[in-house]
């Protein structure tokens, strides 16, 4: 079932911006709605950890819903697993921390300041930006392929190009996996 108009005014609730929520153990401060779809939302949050301040993009799904959080984990742990170097590391696609808990379904990626794909495209006028990103999204794509998945939702609202140490150093991040097929 999707959520109905009483639940995501509730997580607008619970997670509006500049409020602080515990999850996990962790005290998490909200800084602002990504979106809120039919089967959950995604906030950027913030929690410090050793002295840093980390950002991560938290998904939330009611575990009522029928969503996709699920299938984004599943797919997340195999492309981990398959890692052809032996690592953690996901060509451009974060790292990924799950829980569930008050009822709820939680995931969060690791994020750098940025945007979308699509707001790159709306908003740079410099080609090799939106190269760059390409040329990172299909990384991704490709080691998702060896590992035995398509994703059904790639489009550049599902693209994230964070910004590193410069404006010259992207990296364009793969961030929604909740249509995946495997083949």
Same mark, same amino acid.
């Given at each position: 079932?999707?959520l109905m108009d009483e639940e ?33 939302a995604i906030f950027l949050v ?7 301040? *980390? ?47 008050q009822g709820r379904r939680y ?29 990172? *999204? ?32 992207? *990296?364009? *991040? ?10």
């Amino acid at each position: 079932r999707t959520l109905m108009d009483e639940e995501k005014q509730a997580l607008r609730a619970t997670f509006r911006t500049g409020s602080k929520v515990t999850i996990a153990g962790k005290q998490w401060r909200v800084e602002n709605e990504i979106k809120v779809g039919g089967f959950g939302a995604i906030f950027l949050v913030a929690f410090k950890a050793q002295g840093t301040e *980390l950002r991560k993009a938290m998904k939330v799904e009611p575990m009522a819903t029928a969503g996709s959080l699920a299938v984004e984990c599943f797919v997340l742990a195999q492309m981990h697993r398959f890692d052809g170097r032996g690592s953690q590391r996901i060509p451009n696609v974060e790292g990924v921390d799950k829980f569930e808990e008050q009822g709820r379904r939680y995931m969060c990626v690791t994020v750098e300041k940025g945007k979308s794909l699509a707001t790159v495209i709306r908003e740079e006028t410099l080609l090799w930006v939106q190269i760059v990103s390409l040329s990172c *999204l299909a990384e991704a794509l490709r080691h998702m392929h060896r590992v035995g998945f398509v994703n059904g939702d790639v489009k550049p609202d599902n693209v994230l190009v964070a910004l590193r140490d410069g404006a010259r150093d992207r *990296l364009s *991040l793969l961030i929604d996996f909740g249509t995946c097929a495997s083949v």
